[in-house]
Structures are given as C-alpha cells and as structure tokens.
C-alpha cells in the first residue's frame, strides 16, 4: 500500500478497501495497478486531436499548390473540429465523435463536410501510422448519419454571364478610358478565358512578345502542367498599356500599393456595377467568365478538345492524355481572336 510516512495510515486503509473489492470482483488487484500504469505511461505519448492534426498539417503543406490551399486545409478543422475534439486525445476519439463534429453541416454544407471528413481521416491514419490508434474510426460514421444528396444535385455553378450578354455588359464595364489597373486586369481575363489567381500573379517573364504568347509555368498553374495562352490582338494591347507604366518587372498587373491585386477586387467591379447573371438574383461571377467562354465556343462549333485546351481543364482519361499531347495552339489562337472579337464588338 506504500511506505510509512509517505503513506497515510487512512490511505493506506483506502487503498485496502479498494484492493479488497476487486478481489471480490475476481480482479488481481496487482495486475489491475500495472494495466493502469501502463497506460498512463502511453498517455503521455499519445497526442490530441489538434496537436496530431497540425502536425500533419505541417508535413504536407510544403505539397500544396499555394499558401492559400494550405492554410483552407487547417482552417477547416479549426473552424468545425477542433471546439469539439480538439483536446481530446486521439486514442480516446470515437466514429460517433467524428459523426457530431460532422453533424451540424452534413446535410446543409456537403461539400464542406465531405473536405472535413477527407481531413480528420487523414489525421486519424496519420495516428495510426505512429501507433497512437490501431486504425482511423472515420469509416464508420457512414452508419451514423444520413446519405447526403448526390454530387450531381450538390454541384452549384459560379453565376455568370450568358454568352450573348458579354459584348453588352464588356461595353457596359470598359466603355470608359484609360482603364484602371483593376479593370484592365479583368478584361485581360475576360479576353484570355484564364483564372483569376493565374492573371493577378501574371508577371512580365511569361510574356512572350515576339510571339504573341503568354506561358504560364507549370508551379503556378492549377494543374501543375505548363500551358500556354495564345493573345489576341486586343489582349496584346493591354499589355502594351502595361508595359508604358513598368520598368519590365514584377507583376503586369501591379496593385497601385504594390503586391498582387485580391480577388474580391475584381469581384467588386462586378457587383458594383450590378452585372446579372445565369442564376436569378445572383451577380455575375469573375470565374464565371470562363463558363461564358465555353458556351461561346460549343455554340460557335469548336471542338471540344480545342475548348478544353484554352482553359487549361486536365483530360481526365488516361489513356486519352497519354496519346494527347499536343495543346492545339494554332487552333486556339485563331478561336481567342475570334472570342476577343465577339466581346469588345460593343465597345467604341
């Protein structure tokens, strides 16, 4: 029972009573102490759920495409995760704990839960991988919550605007000139069908002047493959604009402050001006644009891979991005010029 002083004689006493009482119950309570001991000494090693999940947060994130992935990928569990289980630690955590974290927006927020349970799961078979856990409880929570809707029915579109408004709300946006930085910045995007965070971080060593074409490197395209942007007439002459205002480098599209223009900048031009959209009650969108594009291209009859090309989509089927290796670039200049054509046809 331990060694007088150190001991109380009334602890001693309980201590007996407890011993006593497990013999009762068939228990050694010799045996029953060294299981206790041994897993208070597992305890110590075992981590929490927050502790396990930054630290796999920082072992991947030097893989993620830009700061901003990285930080929505532990942002997540902070908002939705960490509040209910985060200082729990992970040997302890349950398929139902997982399933109330996940609860509250299963049904309301799909897409959102789905990229937070892909997350703890991660976690979790990190844990496993490191002995804390024999395995990841996450496969379970199918049988504690609802079926949630199909992809199909959860897929929402960026409102934008249809194809055969562009020339109108193009004349409406750029009528006035010279354009300020931001309005160039999005018309060259417009004219260019990229993405957003591929034009904002556009600087002058991708451009290639001699040739009218804009290489986007593979480390900052979205699907980690080089693509290039063929510029039409009119593209080039924003660039132009451009070039009369930098030194040659930097960002093309410098932020009077310095740095890279934000997004909600461009997307500030659009709800300012009130631009309608595809989806009623909804301000066209800056991404929109590009759906803009697509729809143009099917109604005018270019092909579909010649479309898919110019907005830098991944072919999906193996096999065919195997034998696929050409990016169509004669194809799709002669269809910017004719899309750039098309959009600023209603300006003077």
Known sequence: MGAYPDTSIASARESARKARECIVSGIDPIEERRRAAEHSERQIGVPTFRAAACEVHADIAPGFRNRKH??????????????????????????????????????????TASRLRQRMHRVMNWCAAHGHVSASPLPAIDDLLPRQPGKAQRVVHFPAVPWRDCPAVIAQLFENTPLRVSKQTLLFLVLTAARSGEVRGLPWSEIDWSRSLWIVPAERAKTRQPHRVPLSSHAMAILKDRATMSDGTGLVFESCSGGQLSDMTLTKILRDANIPSDVPGRTATVHGFRSSFR?????????????????????????????????????????MDRWAEFVTSSLV
Do not use: C
């Open 295 to 335: 729809d143009w291209a099917s109604e005018n009859g270019y092909p579909r891979d010649v479309a898919e090309r110019a907005l830098a989509h991944t072919v999906r089927n193996q096999v065919e991005a195997a034998y696929h290796r050409t990016d169509l670039l004669d194809q799709r200049r002669s269809m």
């Open 70 to 111: 990285a930080a929505q990928w532990i942002s997540t569990l902070e908002t939705h995760a960490f509040q209910r289980i985060g200082g729990t630690p992970v040997d302890q955590l349950t398929a139902r704990d997982f399933a109330e974290v996940l609860k509250p927006i299963w049904l309301s927020k799909p897409e």
